[in-house]
């Protein structure tokens, strides 16, 4: 399964764009690339996710590299109820279709 | 809508006996329920993946007679903790998937999380 690597942690400036970055070097051809992200003691919110183009919502945007080995997450206007930790999760591709949550960047806006 | 709650959100128990979660999807038919345990500070780890009226499968390391689960129906699953200990103090998170269609038919939706705590 591909694993996913991400930094521990991040600060962003409130109003600033929070670029979050991850690698997914393994990643397979058919595999999907999820975000979500948890706010302290309550379950992940779903942001977006991708396969192979660039995808937004009005959440984020995800940038995905031609190679498919990495992808950032992108808040366009940080703010503070942004505060969270961020989980890139490679999405299994067989039966159950799988999240496994790799450790996730901790993501701190600050005023 | 696709709004997926859990019962308790918060309980405490002794040694030894045995805790009940409760996972409904009330918005939506949820064909597979996910389970999942997260300690302090750390990342949610899945325990088990439960289909609609069929047995759950288990995550390695995870054991099936002390993590019983039940789907017995497309809006609800429990997990039962059996013979709980103080190691088993963690929030207890499950998700749900179904509903939608299309790019977002795999996406899960999460509940909001039970903590429980084993005196």
């Known amino acids: 399964d591909a694993k996913t690597t991400q930094p521990t942690s991040m600060d962003c400036a409130e109003g600033r764009a929070a670029n979050l970055p991850c690698n997914h070097s393994t990643i397979s051809g058919n595999e999907y690339v999820y975000w979500y992200r948890q706010i302290h003691s309550q379950g992940p919110q779903y942001i977006i996710h991708?396969?192979?183009n660039n995808e937004t919502n009005e959440m984020a945007s995800l940038i995905i590299t031609e190679d498919r080995k990495s992808s950032t997450l992108i808040l366009p206007h940080a703010t503070l109820r942004d505060t969270a930790v961020y989980y890139c999760?490679?999405?299994?591709?067989?039966?159950?279709?799988?999240?496994?949550f790799g450790t996730g960047t901790s993501l701190t806006v600050i005023p | 809508g696709a709004v997926v709650s859990q019962h308790p959100s918060w309980v405490i128990c002794k040694s030894g006996t045995s805790v009940k979660i409760e996972c409904r999807s009330l918005?939506?038919?949820?064909?597979?329920m996910f389970w999942y345990r997260q300690f302090p500070k750390q990342s949610l780890m899945l325990m088990a993946t439960s289909n609609e009226g069929s047995k759950a499968t288990y995550e390695q390391g995870v054991e099936k007679d002390k993590f019983l689960i039940n789907h017995a129906s497309l809006t609800l699953s429990t997990l039962t903790v059996t013979s709980a200990h103080p190691e088993d103090s963690s929030f207890y998170i499950c998700?749900?998937?179904?509903?939608?269609?299309?790019?977002?038919?795999?996406?899960?939706?999460f509940g909001p999380g039970t903590r429980l705590t084993v005196l």
């Open positions: 999760i490679v999405r299994v591709n067989r039966a159950g279709n799988q999240f496994y």
């Open positions: 918005d939506f038919q949820a064909t597979t």
């Open positions: 991708g396969l192979k």
């Open positions: 998700s749900a998937r179904g509903g939608l269609t299309g790019a977002r038919v795999n996406e899960q939706f």
